[in-house]
């Protein structure tokens, strides 16, 4: 690619030992730009004059890689003359966007996460499908990734939850719809208990033989797992989304012993009305072990991320989890701090904002909650409407998931993770604004335009050499792997949404300007170039996102 071809250059030219980042710039006509800074950095490194390294970068730009050059404001300006090269490469290259050096790197990400015996709510699928689209930015550059579901299945709850089951519950009721019965049992064991206190020392019970591996009390909490993860899988199979490790916090319980050990030997721990707590300068105290003994939260985050680093050595370790939790990882990671364990690793709490529908109903953790299973069923009605209004006589059903899914997805990530949402229809839906089903006409328009040329990549390729190709309307190709650099370095699907529909657009707006299927050979193959760029950039960009390219709709 040119840009690393001219990073190359700059590199050799002054030995330097680091890879110098230029950017991509639309500014003042140029494509990419060296800036003050990494001037700076480089006379630094050379020993000679800021003068002569933008001589000398000026010279090897226009003489040996045969682009335009020059100094504005401090900034060497590099454009290239022609674009055909970069067209080229990224039509044959099967794996575009992969870097060979990412290959060695595994970044760890947890997300989704959902709590056992509770429902999936809409709250519950910001981190899923976010965390998602982060992952599938890191698969795309090259890293190996580890997607993590820490999933809520342990804790004194599990104790309430047991005594429910054997006091109230029906198992042929629960496992037609088990997450509904089992969050009922939950609400009545906390109704009950109000006049009954002694139902909260059984639970208190419970919850102790759990811990201790009481077989009868284990086998009603294995079920619960069951039956809930049966209902969470649907609902990843329906987003088409899959996560590479299932490992909830009960696995971390035997290992907490070691991390308060640890934290005990490096005496980080203090005592404090009979609970082991952690102090800090600046942040409120972390209860660690509570006075009965039993482990929290963030005793299992520790000790899972104790495990994290040892079982897959990542270099980065990145949690999406609403920012409600902020304080909380806050806390953990100054504790990991502390004990000096991800010396190597980089850790972000990549934290989200809440979703509401415009009813007021929000992703609250008790009542009022949105259901995954409704909104779903509702996207996809809808759907349904615009294809029967559309004039469908038969609705394709995989269709309808697709274009519904596709919404949901991308409402959610074409905004900026850490704002609160309102989860609007209209906007979601609409077919001439920035959304899903927007994305995906244009992919379909453009493949139902290529088709119809007759034309293949590999008649493309073979002529990209010998054509003058409009750079203007494939520009973008350039930016591309910045954006998805930029996306997965900050956690932030918004990028490579705005970039599609900014492809999108184009392509919406080019048909009405030029008459792409030409009878003439050479018109042909010059009008309908920009549409295989953009077919494979927006192809690429939807991997990502989680959108599925329909070849019509
Ligand atoms: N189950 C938790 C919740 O629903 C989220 C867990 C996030 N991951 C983590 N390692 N703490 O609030």
């Known amino acids: 690619m040119i840009k690393e071809q001219i990073q190359q250059k700059i590199q050799e030219i002054f030995g330097l030992d680091f890879v110098p980042e230029i950017c991509s710039t639309n500014f003042e006509g140029a494509d990419f730009a060296v800036s003050p800074k990494l001037i700076f950095e480089i006379v630094k ?9 933008k001589e000398k970068i000026i010279e090897s730009a226009t003489q040996d890689l045969g682009c335009v050059a020059s100094v504005k404001n401090g900034f060497v300006n590099i454009s290239i003359r022609d674009i055909s090269q970069e067209v080229r490469i990224f039509l044959e290259t099967d794996n575009y966007l992969e870097k060979k050096q990412n290959h060695d790197k595994t970044i760890v990400i947890d997300y989704s996460a959902p709590n056992i015996a509770k429902r999936f ?3 519950n699928l910001r981190s899923t499908i976010i965390g998602a689209a982060v992952a599938n930015s890191y698969k795309a550059l090259g890293y190996k990734v580890e997607g993590i579901n820490h999933l809520g299945d342990w804790g004194t709850q599990f104790g309430k939850l ?4 054997e006091k109230w519950g029906d198992k042929k009721e629960i ?7 089992l969050s009922n049992l939950y609400i009545r064991f906390h109704r009950e208990a109000q006049s009954n206190p002694a139902l909260v020392d059984e639970a208190r019970l419970a919850f102790k033989k759990l811990e201790s591996g009481d077989e009868r009390t284990r086998v009603i909490w294995r079920k619960c797992i069951n039956w809930s993860m049966k209902e969470f899988d649907h609902y990843y199979d329906e987003l088409g989304i899959h996560i590479e490790n299932i490992i909830g916090e009960s696995f971390y319980d035997d290992k907490t012993v070691q991390v308060i050990r640890e934290l005990d030997q490096k005496g980080l721990l203090k005592e404090s ?3 082991k707590i952690v102090e800090f300068d600046h942040l409120p105290p972390a209860v660690i072990q509570k006075k009965d003994e039993a482990t929290l939260y963030i005793t299992r985050d520790l000790a899972s991320i104790k495990y994290r680093i040892e079982k897959f050595k990542p270099t980065k370790m990145i949690y999406h989890v609403g920012l409600e939790q902020q304080l909380h990882f806050t806390q953990l990671f100054e504790i990991v701090r502390m004990l000096g364990w991800a010396k190597n690793v980089e850790l972000v709490y990549a934290g989200h904002g809440l979703v509401k529908l415009p009813s007021g109903k929000m992703s609250a953790r008790e009542g009022n909650v949105v259901l995954l299973e409704e909104l779903i069923r509702e996207a996809k009605e809808r759907v349904r409407d615009i294809f029967k209004g559309g004039g469908a006589d038969k609705i394709d059903e995989d269709k309808v998931k697709a274009v519904a899914i596709g919404a949901i997805k991308y409402t959610d990530l074409k905004q900026n993770r850490k704002t609160n949402i309102v989860f609007d229809w209209a906007n979601a839906l609409d077919l001439n604004g920035n959304s899903g089903p927007y994305l995906q006409y244009a992919y379909a328009r453009i493949s139902s335009v290529i088709s119809k040329s007759g034309l293949k990549i590999g008649d493309l390729i073979a002529e990209s050499n010998e054509m003058k190709i409009d750079k ?3 520009k973008d190709l350039i930016f591309f792997q910045d954006v998805v650099n930029e996306m997965a370095e900050n956690e932030m699907p918004n990028l490579i949404c705005n970039f599609a529909y900014k492809i999108a657009s184009k392509a919406n707006s080019y048909y009405e300007r030029v008459r792409v299927l030409n009878e003439d050979k050479d018109e042909l193959i010059k009008n309908i170039m920009p549409l295989f760029v953009w077919e494979k950039l927006l192809r690429l960009s939807f991997e990502i996102i989680g959108l599925e390219p329909l070849k019509e709709v």
């Open 162 to 165: 047991v005594v429910a089951i």
């Open 45 to 53: 490194k050379a020993g000679t004059s800021a003068e002569k390294v």
């Open 121 to 123: 709510s809409i709250g």
């Open 175 to 181: 496992e037609k719809n088990p997450l509904e019965q």
């Open 472 to 474: 203007d309307q494939v």
């Open 273 to 275: 009305e009979g609970a």
